[in-house]
């Protein structure tokens, strides 16, 4: 019975990153697609491609999900655990397709943790707020400021640097390198997203007493992880990067390369120096309105963005509450 459940757990948790993929597929692409730098299928053929790289890289967000947001080893039973565990990835994919539905850029990686943090708490089991202190609410509130100000500074360098250059010349060389910027961010979405849903796997793995005696995340593990979001970018998401791509600023190619440069640079040090699992969502949304501030403050539709900051804002408690209701269902049902 609890192998049984456990393989249900891994592949809701798949499944998870598979409406990840699609979900944050927007995050690679939406500025290159939008600026015309690259068809939509070349560039999600190219952002699943880097997100499957990406996914390789590393394993220290992994870690961080897997055993730093709540004890498993908690649970009063083995059944407990893994009713925990999915309960979590059930609301935490409601979540994904609440706000895909919408078209909002919501935060996969906060709809998990928040998903996590509700079946804790619902659970009695202990909940590391020190830990979400320090490793997800600090980075969710620094990263997009982060992403706004470099991407700010940097547009206004690189428009002084180019003021007296052909315009036609510089927007087809930024058309260019955005193949580039948006390579490096999808590799960046890979080593943080991927990782999240390995880390989720091996709790699953420890929950029904068949996890990695050293800690270790197994290499089926991550390759089941890395594929499943791939696969999810390559289906893509259009309603998402629509929002991203024009409703928040017209992009041009200059822009477009700033953002997901500044972007992918936020996501490799948080996720290899920090060991963060921050919003990749978060953090190109709020590079696109700094590199549109660049032109004016007008140019970026403010309404717009606040709906997103809503819909950051909400990810957490709305994700922990699905989850919560979940596991009590769950509990009801199977425990």
Excluded: C
């Amino acid at each position: 019975m609890e192998i049984a459940l456990v393989v249900v757990v891994v592949a809701f948790s798949l499944a998870f990153d598979y409406t990840n993929g699609f979900h944050d597929a927007a995050n690679a692409i939406a500025t290159s697609v939008s600026t015309r730098a690259l068809t939509p299928r070349a560039a999600l053929l190219m952002a699943a491609s880097f997100n499957l790289l990406g996914a390789m890289l590393g394993t220290e967000v992994a870690k961080t999900i897997g055993s730093g947001i709540i004890d498993i080893d908690d649970a009063s039973s083995t059944h407990q655990g893994l009713i925990m565990v999915l309960s979590a990835v059930i609301g935490a994919t409601v979540w994904n397709l609440i706000t895909w539905w919408f078209g909002m850029p919501s935060s996969s990686s906060h709809a998990l943790i928040g998903a996590l943090t509700g079946v804790g708490v619902a659970s009695g089991v202990t909940v590391h707020w020190d830990v979400i202190l320090d490793k997800v609410v600090i980075p969710m509130v620094v990263s997009p400021l982060v992403g706004f100000s470099l991407a700010f500074v940097i547009m206004v360098g690189v428009l002084w640097l180019f003021r007296n250059a052909n315009p036609h010349k510089v927007t087809r060389r930024f058309r260019i390198a955005q193949t580039a910027s948006a390579a490096a961010m999808a590799l960046g979405h890979g080593l943080q997203d991927a990782q999240k849903t390995m880390g989720v796997i091996v709790l699953a793995l420890v929950a029904g007493g068949v996890g990695p005696a050293d800690g270790e995340i197994p290499l089926w593990v991550k390759l089941s992880a890395a594929l499943a979001i791939s696969l999810g970018t390559y289906a893509g998401g259009w309603r998402i990067m629509r929002t991203l791509g024009r409703k928040v600023i017209e992009l041009d190619p200059a822009r477009g390369f700033v953002a997901e440069s500044v972007a992918a640079t936020v996501l490799y040090v948080t996720a290899l120096g920090f060991q963060a699992p921050i919003s990749t969502t978060q953090t190109i949304t709020s590079a696109i309105m700094g590199v549109g501030a660049s032109k004016r403050l007008s140019a970026v539709r403010w309404g717009v963005a606040g709906n997103i900051a809503i819909a950051w804002v909400l990810t957490i408690p709305a994700a922990a509450s699905v989850a919560a209701i979940m596991y009590f269902l769950l509990f009801t049902l199977l425990g």
